[in-house]
């Protein structure tokens, strides 16, 4: 009987959590076409375009966003800005709460759980910043007056690329080919060059 019990509790659990993956999806897909409505919107209008950024702000900066959720609302996020400087400031306060985030429990891991656990959340936080920062680097035309904001994300890349853990240096290697591309030689050879 206790065998019969575990089995039926194996499946509640199993068909709980197929209902929750397919509620996920499902949410998941009326954000992305909510997030192509906006390509037709007026954001001519600046409260609407203030507070369309805010709330992709939001999503972008919530660990909890699905990463089928980043690319879209970034290109959302592109749109709703002026400017392209405009655009890599607010990628740039984004990537900053992201990495307050990461940083904010550095001192409370004591036991080694909590450690591991700690650079867990460290790891996904940069491979968050990281897919960010892949899609804007694809976003941007690096032209001599953003240059001073794309500055501020070779910190995230270079701190990615040096990592031992396997998944952030691999996508730190392709953040870094993408802002190599955008950058002057001369800023390459300078800094980066051994």
Avoid: W
């Amino acid at each position: 009987d206790d065998d019969d019990d575990d089995d039926d509790d194996d499946d509640e659990d199993n068909l709980e959590s197929e209902e929750a993956a397919q509620f996920e999806e499902e949410q998941t897909f009326i954000c992305l076409q909510l997030l192509q409505l906006v390509k037709c919107a007026d954001l001519q209008e600046e409260g609407s375009r203030r507070h369309l950024v805010s709330i992709l702000y939001t999503i972008l900066a919530s660990q909890e966003t699905p990463d089928d959720l980043v690319e879209t609302c970034i290109r959302t996020m592109a749109l709703a800005h002026d400017t392209e400087n405009q655009f890599l400031q607010t990628i740039s306060e984004v990537v900053a709460e992201i990495n307050d985030g990461s940083s904010a429990g550095d001192e409370t891991a004591f036991s080694e759980d909590e450690a591991s656990t700690e650079n867990q959340h460290e790891s996904l936080c940069q491979i968050r910043i990281l897919s960010i920062l892949s899609v804007v680097l694809e976003q941007v035309s690096g032209n001599s007056s953003s240059m001073g904001l794309l500055d501020t994300f070779s910190d995230s890349i270079v701190t990615a690329v040096t990592t031992n853990n396997n998944l952030v240096r691999e996508a730190g290697v392709s953040c870094l080919g993408k802002y190599a591309l955008l950058l002057p030689e001369t800023k390459i050879v300078t800094d980066f060059k051994p």
